[in-house]
């Protein structure tokens, strides 16, 4: 067959196929200026004429030979045409940046070391001519190529796999300080660490100390006048050195700045031990066994500003906690009463209240991440439950088997651990998946005794936890927070 080409053909007389034969007589008759156009075009209709008298001349089978002397393979396929199955398509992308596109050639030549073989470069052309191979052979250079390809994705991905993989949680403590004496009751707070001064405070029977976190050092800050007293609460201010030490038996509070070793004024109203503070600014909020929650406002003398009625009728108030933004206040009680309350000193009233635990509710914690979301540990049901404190809906619970005695938020990840009291005496974290679903992700066992406190370090990575087995552990569970837009901002100006 010399020429097969159809004039209809959308194509005209590009779209012709030829024999390799024919193509390089023709190609020399027009390089020596042989034929002339009109001998050439009459040989081409005349080809065309024959064509559709017999079409299956173009189709023969692959023993049978061209008019050219060349195989033609069955199905529209000729030997001039690129072999898609013979074709490696990416070596050829490679041969064709080697020219100048594609960068250095030094590094080319690596990366082709790299993921082919030397063989593969130096034999593979950019299009293949040729006749097709079996389907094993075929499917045998797909799955070799497959295969390299993926072991090099697993290598370029492996550093950002590894990243979220090698996450350690640790299950020894970092840092062990002794705390003799301290109170075993899980109801009382005897330790917060200060986000200003970036320092431990611990209440041990009638003295208060300081642990310097930058350099280590503990100091004895100061001592309750009244020896048969005792310290039942401790709370810094948000900014500065000032910090609150609550009475166990006169049910006053005690402001003490730790930056001068002065004592700044002494706060009455409560009947009985103050067992929770929180503070707002420079209203200073505390709660008593006697069932009362006060606003102190700690920059005048007659400092009451308001007292909170109506949600606990009379039962001692276990945990006070204002969200994050500052503007409500979660109070909690022994009976399992959870109170929301609007942050103003001159509302009396709680904004809602429900009753979603059994027993005492000391661990109380805001989302920092999610507004309105408020989770809670009971220490009788043994149960940690998230809320949403807009209609006081419940979103997940899940049971510890264990005491809960104090609660902490991560600020960087969806995250909250959770201390704990008889039978496990260990620390958990637990992780918020979608859906509202906790998941324990570790339970960390350093503790011979309950855990009765806990606290968070400025950073947020660090918690201390203090037992009652006499020693102040600190765990670093929880990653580093992400700083915020505005925050970088600030810092860039």
């Not at 200003?196 to 003295?207: G, R």
């Not at 969200?323 to 909690?332: G, H, I, Q």
């Not at 006499?470 to 927070?481: A, D, L, N």
Request: aromatic residues 6%; hydrophobic residues 35%.
């Amino acid at each position: 067959m010399e020429y097969a080409s159809s004039a209809n053909t959308p194509r005209g007389r590009a779209g012709g196929r030829q024999s390799l034969k024919n193509y390089s007589s023709v190609k020399r008759l027009r390089s020596e200026g042989g034929e002339d156009t009109g001998k050439r075009r009459k040989k081409r209709v005349s080809t065309s004429k024959a064509v559709k008298e017999n079409p299956k001349s173009i189709f023969m089978s692959p023993g049978k030979q061209g008019a050219g002397g060349s195989p033609v393979i069955k199905g529209r396929v000729s030997r001039t045409v690129p072999n898609r199955e013979q074709s490696n398509f990416e070596v050829s992308r490679l041969l064709l940046k080697e020219g100048g596109v594609g960068g250095p050639k030094d590094y080319s030549a690596a990366l082709a070391k790299t993921i082919f073989t030397e063989s593969d470069v130096n034999d593979t052309k950019v299009l293949t001519v040729g006749k097709l191979t079996t389907n094993t052979a075929v499917n045998t250079n797909v799955s070799v190529m497959s295969s390299t390809l993926r072991i090099t994705k697993t290598k370029n991905t492996s550093r950002a796999a590894k990243q979220v993989a090698t996450r350690i949680i640790p299950q020894v403590a970092e840092r062990v300080l002794d705390a003799p004496c301290v109170a075993d009751d899980y109801r009382l707070s005897l330790i917060d660490w200060s986000k200003w001064a970036n320092m431990l405070a611990v209440a041990l029977n009638d003295t208060l100390y300081s642990w310097d976190a930058v350099t280590g050092a503990s100091n004895e800050l100061c001592s309750l006048e009244d020896e048969s007293n005792a310290i039942s609460s401790v709370s810094w201010i948000q900014e500065g050195g000032v910090i609150a030490i609550g009475n166990s038996n006169s049910g006053s509070v005690l402001l003490y700045d730790a930056s001068r070793g002065k004592h700044l004024a002494k706060l009455d109203g409560h009947s009985d031990r103050v067992c929770t503070m929180a503070w707002n600014q420079h209203i200073l909020t505390t709660g008593s066994k006697d069932g009362t929650i006060i606003h102190h406002d700690v920059r005048v003398k007659d400092h009451i500003v308001a007292k909170l009625r109506g949600a606990h009728s009379g039962s001692e108030i276990c945990r006070l906690e204002y969200s994050p933004d500052f503007s409500y206040l979660a109070t909690s009680d022994e009976n399992g009463v959870v109170g929301i309350w609007d942050s103003s000193p001159t509302v009396h009233k709680p904004v809602r209240s429900f009753t979603p635990h059994t027993g005492p509710v000391k661990a109380m914690s805001w989302c920092p991440l999610k507004r309105h979301y408020l989770a809670t540990g009971g220490y009788q049901d043994m149960t940690l439950k998230i809320h949403k404190t807009i209609n006081c809906d419940t979103l997940c619970t899940a049971p510890t088997q264990s005491e809960i005695t104090s609660l902490l938020w991560s600020h960087s990840a969806n995250e909250l651990a959770t201390s704990h009291g008889h039978p496990s005496d260990s620390l958990r974290i637990w992780g918020v998946e979608k859906g509202d679903k906790l998941k324990e992700i570790a339970d960390i066992k350093g503790h011979n005794e309950r855990i009765l406190h806990m606290s968070l370090s400025p950073d947020g990575q660090t918690a201390v936890t203090c037992s009652a087995d006499e020693t102040i552990r600190f765990w670093k569970i929880f990653s580093e927070p992400k700083k915020s837009k505005s925050v970088v901002q600030l810092a860039i100006r």
